[in-house]
């Protein structure tokens, strides 16, 4: 799924959540083995390593992330998948890729949401079902991308 060039830091956000998650993952696995574990991962300032991040980012389905702001701590949550429905501001939402299903989920939207429908501005109701969608939400936005499947 490509989304436009403005949408790049939001989604950027919502990728680190899944690279977070990720890293917590393999954290916690390693430790609870208890034995002593070997990884190797490209390194952060080669192509290598913005490959990998590009390529993890654009595997992820749902991901939550803590960031520190001016005031404290923001909670930035990333879900992308394919539309089910929509009923009023609840979007249900089948969170994985073409062939499996991680899990369904509802989102309440708020009415200030930005959504984009194939890159125009749109509303939540014009969303049909079996589009690919991303929905990031942060503490003072909400953005929802669709697109339609091709």
């Not at 989304?3 to 990728?15: I, M, Q, S």
């Amino acid at each position: 799924m490509t989304f436009p060039r403005k949408y790049t830091k939001l989604l950027t956000v919502g990728a680190a959540c899944a690279v977070a998650g990720a890293g917590a993952g393999a954290i916690a696995t390693a430790g609870a083995a208890g034995t002593p574990t070997t990884t190797t991962s490209a390194s952060s300032g080669t192509a290598a390593g913005h490959a990998t991040r590009r390529a993890l980012a654009a595997r992820a389905v749902q991901g939550e992330l803590v960031v520190a702001t001016k005031n404290g701590f923001a909670t930035v949550t990333l879900n992308r998948g394919f539309v089910q429905s929509v009923s009023g501001q609840q979007l249900t939402i089948r969170e994985g890729t073409k062939k499996a299903t991680y899990k369904t989920v509802t989102l309440t939207i708020p009415a200030s949401a930005k959504v984009r429908d194939n890159g125009q501005a749109a509303s939540l109701s014009q969303l049909t079902s079996g589009q690919r969608v991303a929905v990031v939400q942060g503490p003072k936005q909400t953005r929802v991308i669709a697109r339609s499947v091709r």
